[in-house]
């Protein structure tokens, strides 16, 4: 779920068409992209059709009208700062049971990342088991690290297991695995 400022604005516009042109990638990762904004249903027709025109991009996923804010204000996407009724570029990545993994707002002046939600989107889904965690920077490919244990008896397994691999690098609340083993 990502909202929008308003439709027919230059950073809405281009944020739609690069979400529209990675939809692919999203889909692999098994994610549905909705939009919502304050703005009607019809403006959100008119300006889809006019990306359609203008830039040869046809948006698929759907967008909520939420001309009464109650979906915008519950989800924390009005910025509070602001006089405009107009919903912060936020995006909440929710799992198929409904419950926010994780969320991101950027300020009103700034596009999102396309590659950085698809990157924490696939971070999501190689840590979803709980076993495992993305360091930072982490990339589809590169190296988890074991989510560190939460009793004493497991940071013991964690050494001994760390000694016997010798790596230099390990110790009991972080421990790179090879990709292999994802």
């Known amino acids: 779920l990502f909202s929008h400022p308003a439709d027919f604005t230059p950073v809405c516009t281009s944020e739609f068409i690069e979400l529209e042109k990675a939809s692919d990638?999203?889909?692999?990762?098994?994610?549905?992209?909705?939009g919502l904004s304050a703005d009607s249903v019809y403006?959100?027709?008119?300006?889809?059709?006019?990306?359609?025109?203008r830039?040869?991009?046809?948006?698929?996923f759907p967008i909520i009208e939420d001309l009464s804010l109650v979906i915008a204000e519950a989800y924390?996407?009005?910025?509070?700062?602001?006089?405009?009724?107009a919903t912060v570029r936020s995006v909440y990545f929710i799992n198929p049971e409904g419950i926010?993994?994780?969320h991101i707002h950027y300020p009103m002046s700034v596009g999102r990342s396309v590659d950085e939600i698809l990157r924490i989107l696939s971070a999501l889904v190689a840590t979803e088991a709980g076993d495992k965690v993305a360091p930072a920077g982490w990339r589809e490919g590169d190296k988890l690290v074991l989510a560190p244990p939460v009793t004493m008896r497991g940071v013991r397994e964690r050494m001994k297991a760390n000694q016997k691999n010798s790596?230099?690098?390990s110790d009991w609340y972080f421990t790179k695995i090879v990709p292999e083993e994802q």
């Open 25 to 34: 990638k999203f889909a692999a990762l098994n994610c549905e992209l909705l």
């Open 43 to 53: 403006s959100h027709i008119a300006w889809l059709l006019n990306i359609e025109e």
């Open 55 to 60: 830039f040869g991009v046809k948006v698929n």
């Open 76 to 85: 924390g996407m009005i910025d509070e700062q602001s006089t405009s009724t």
């Open 100 to 102: 926010i993994k994780a």
């Open 167 to 169: 790596d230099e690098n």
